[in-house]
């Protein structure tokens, strides 16, 4: 007993003394608000970071300095700001850190989303920038997104007509998810009629978007990360290793076709199996062609 106190006290004396350097070092950062010992300005973000932020940006400026526990943080609040940064410099903040939720994705580091800029991110990029977000591409799902707009519409009327609440969040978070498993696998996600997995993969994303939205204990203090105390990581594998379950089935089920020399789908899909066997497997396989489908999946991704 003896030992876990003094193990504790002493694990408690080094977290003070490292807030403590942080808190004396000087750095050429921009002004901010004094955070507290350990925590830093946790606090002052509460649980409505946009408003606080906000307020905080008419003391301290377009660029201010936040402590989010041993993360420092830049924060840009103008659009100016935002310019220079994303724009002017972008290639010096290209590099971000990953959330620990993140980590429970196993190949989480081979994501275009996370990957350091060099030689494997550029050729992901180009990818994207060519067979995914092409205005050739774009210009052929024209007539899907309008159907799928079109359905959305007449859905809401039916509910008007019928004097029904809908849910707004909730109807344009399927039609935009229906919209892209469409445009990406054409209907080789729906089964059969008793396990549809688009509506299975609704869910999994929605629970995905859930945690990963979840404040992490884990992100803010480092040392805490073996420990997983909110048990985030191990609730998102548990999603990340289904929904990749869920996309390998369909790609398996492509290869399948292709070999058999049946009808071509031309969705997305297709398109990304004829680009890896254009390439050699270092530099783009069907890993990459599964992280490049969840990425696109997930509505909160773009985001990102």
Known sequence: ???????????????????????????????????????????????????????????????????????????????????????????????????????????????ILWLQCGPKWRSLRKVCNTKIFSSQRLDAQKDLRCQMMDEMVKRVMVASEAGEAIGIRSLVFQTALSLLTKSMFSDDMIVDEKSNAVEELEVLIERIMELEATPNLSDHFPFLKPFDLQHIRRKMKVSYDRVHELIDQVIDQRLNRRASQLPRSNDLLDTLLDHCDEHAAEEFNHDDISLLLFVSSSPLHFRS
């Open 1 to 111: 007993m003896e030992f876990y106190a003094y193990l504790f006290f002493s694990l408690l004396l080094l977290i003070c003394i490292r807030a403590l350097l942080q808190l004396t070092k000087k750095k050429k950062l921009p002004p901010g608000p004094t955070g507290l010992p350990i925590i830093g300005n946790l606090l002052a973000i509460g649980d409505r970071p946009h408003h606080s932020l906000t307020k905080l940006a008419k003391t301290y400026g377009p660029l201010m300095t936040i402590r989010l526990g041993f993360n420092t943080t830049i924060v840009a609040s103008s659009a100016e700001m935002a310019r220079e940064i994303l724009l002017k410099k972008d290639r010096a903040f290209s590099g971000r850190p990953v959330p620990d939720a993140i980590t429970a994705e196993k190949n989480y580091h081979m994501s």
